[in-house]
């Protein structure tokens, strides 16, 4: 738990990321910081940002914002991003998942608590290894390769047997089918919004 000003409850699970499978997808704001998260925590109190939860992605130095949950989401084990979150997590809809080698993650609160559909015994359909995972963006540039894949777990085995490959884009696919382009990718900038893409990086 930090405390801001004394009156400021923050809840965080290390090592984890918060995936939201329906509306609203995207994150609300982002902001990269330069040193640690504790400047994302200062950029939300200093803009009266009404975000309720935030990632924060220590490979990449950024944070994403979201103002309300999604009704569908999963908390997914990630060793390159934190989790917190300013308000209780909602019930969900459907069951999260969480990646089946994950470590309980440790909520650093003793007054929040994650709902009892938190699971571990399976994974979303959006994982990649250790790969951080960005639903709903683009790394423009740094292209590799690309081809047609059959579907998402094609792309990120293609890049994961490609030791010139840090980074993947794919496209999802629309109007039936799962078969889209994948890219792959020697490095990467700054995250942009694309609610058609997924992209990873190590």
Request: glycine fraction near 4%; charge should be neutral.
């Amino acid at each position: 738990m930090l405390v801001l000003n004394s009156s400021i409850r923050i809840n965080k699970l290390s090592s984890c990321i918060y995936i939201p499978l329906s509306s609203p997808t995207n994150p609300s704001a982002l902001f990269n910081y330069s040193f640690s998260c504790e400047e994302c925590l200062c950029y939300k109190y200093s803009s009266a940002s009404n975000s309720v939860a935030m990632n924060c992605l220590t490979n990449a130095h950024l944070c994403q914002f979201y103002s309300n949950y999604a009704n569908n989401y999963s908390i997914v084990w990630n060793s390159t991003s934190d989790f917190y979150f300013f308000q209780p997590l909602p019930s969900m809809i459907t069951t999260p998942t969480m990646t089946s080698t994950s470590p309980n993650p440790e909520i650093m609160s003793t007054d929040v608590t994650i709902p009892s559909a938190v699971s571990t015994t399976s994974s979303t359909s959006y994982q990649c290894g250790n790969m951080t995972v960005l639903i709903g963006y683009d790394f423009y540039g740094h292209d590799l390769a690309l081809a047609t894949a059959p579907d998402y777990t094609t792309c990120c085995h293609w890049c994961q047997s490609n030791s010139s490959c840090t980074t993947f884009t794919w496209i999802v696919p629309t109007g039936g089918g799962t078969s889209s382009t994948c890219y792959l990718k020697t490095g990467h900038t700054s995250p942009s919004n694309n609610s058609r893409l997924v992209s990873a990086y190590k």
